[in-house]
């Protein structure tokens, strides 16, 4: 149990497969910062190399998070769709109609009004 319905053996499972990129990940890093450090190199070959990583880094980034709201956007209309819903989503709304009535915003603080 947890904030969210992953099993422990799923999340134990995932970090290690998550390690063998993290060594690439690593060991690339090591590289280029062995190739920063070289002294045949000049400080514009460093500001391009260094430019390059950001630039790259921020376009995964953007990438990345286009691709996952896309995913995450069909797989909500499916399920809208279908009229399922998730074991863990009731047991979430339950806990919060017993928790608060409702929610509300004074304007300098957030007042919780309980049942």
């Known amino acids: 149990a947890g904030v969210t319905s992953v099993s422990f053996l799923d999340n134990a499972l995932s970090l290690?497969?998550?390690?063998p990129r993290t060594v690439?990940?690593?060991f690339i890093g090591s590289c280029v910062g062995s190739l920063v450090r070289s002294e045949s190199i000049t400080r514009?070959?460093?500001?391009?190399?260094?430019i390059?990583?950001?630039?790259?880094?921020?376009?995964?980034i953007a990438?990345?998070?286009?691709?996952?709201?896309?995913e995450l956007n069909t797989?909500?209309?499916?399920?809208?769709?279908?009229?399922?819903?998730d074991d863990a989503s009731l047991q979430s709304?339950?806990?919060?109609?017993?928790?608060?009535?409702?929610i509300r915003n004074d304007g300098n603080a957030e007042?919780?009004?309980h049942v």
């Open 16 to 19: 290690i497969y998550i390690l």
């Open 24 to 26: 690439l990940c690593a």
């Open 44 to 50: 514009i070959t460093t500001a391009i190399i260094t």
């Open 52 to 60: 390059t990583g950001i630039v790259s880094g921020l376009l995964v």
């Open 63 to 70: 990438v990345t998070s286009f691709y996952a709201k896309k």
């Open 75 to 85: 797989v909500i209309v499916l399920r809208d769709a279908e009229g399922v819903e």
């Open 93 to 102: 709304s339950r806990t919060r109609t017993t928790d608060c009535s409702s």
């Open 111 to 113: 007042t919780v009004a």
